[in-house]
C-alpha cells in the first residue's frame, strides 16, 4: 500500500523550497522598511535614501510574486504619507511656516458659478 503519491511529495518539497526563498525576500523588506522607520523618527540624514531603499525591496518582492502588487502599493503609499508628514512636523518646515506668516499659503476660495 502506498503512503503518499510522488506528486504530493514533490508538491511538498518545492512548497518548503518556496517558502525558504519567500522568507528571505519578506526578511529584506521588513528590515529595510525598519530601518527607514528608525530614520524618519530620528530625523537622520539618511531618510530619503532608507525610503528609496524600503521602495526598492517592497517593488521586488512584488515582481517575485512574494506579496501582491496592491499589498506593495499600499505599503509604499503609507511610507510615502509618513515621511510627508515628518516634513511638514520638522524645525525647517516650521521656520519655513512661520515667514510665510504663521500659516500655509492656500489658494483664495472662488465664487460658486451660477
Not at 519578506?26 to 527607514?36: G, H, I, L, M, Q
Amino acid at each position: 500500500m502506498q503512503l503518499a503519491k510522488a506528486t504530493s511529495i514533490k508538491r511538498t518539497r518545492q512548497a518548503r523550497e518556496r517558502m525558504l526563498r519567500n522568507r528571505v525576500v519578506k526578511s529584506r523588506v521588513k528590515t529595510a522598511v525598519r530601518r527607514y522607520l528608525t530614520a524618519l523618527s530620528e530625523n537622520a540624514e539618511n531618510v530619503e535614501g532608507a525610503f528609496r531603499e524600503a521602495v526598492r525591496q517592497l517593488d521586488r518582492a512584488a515582481a517575485r510574486g512574494v506579496i501582491h502588487r496592491n499589498t506593495a502599493a499600499r505599503r509604499k503609499s503609507r511610507l510615502m504619507s509618513a515621511l510627508r508628514t515628518a516634513r511638514t512636523t520638522t524645525p525647517a518646515a516650521k521656520q519655513t511656516e512661520a515667514a510665510a506668516g504663521g500659516r500655509r499659503r492656500t489658494r483664495k476660495p472662488t465664487k460658486a458659478a451660477g
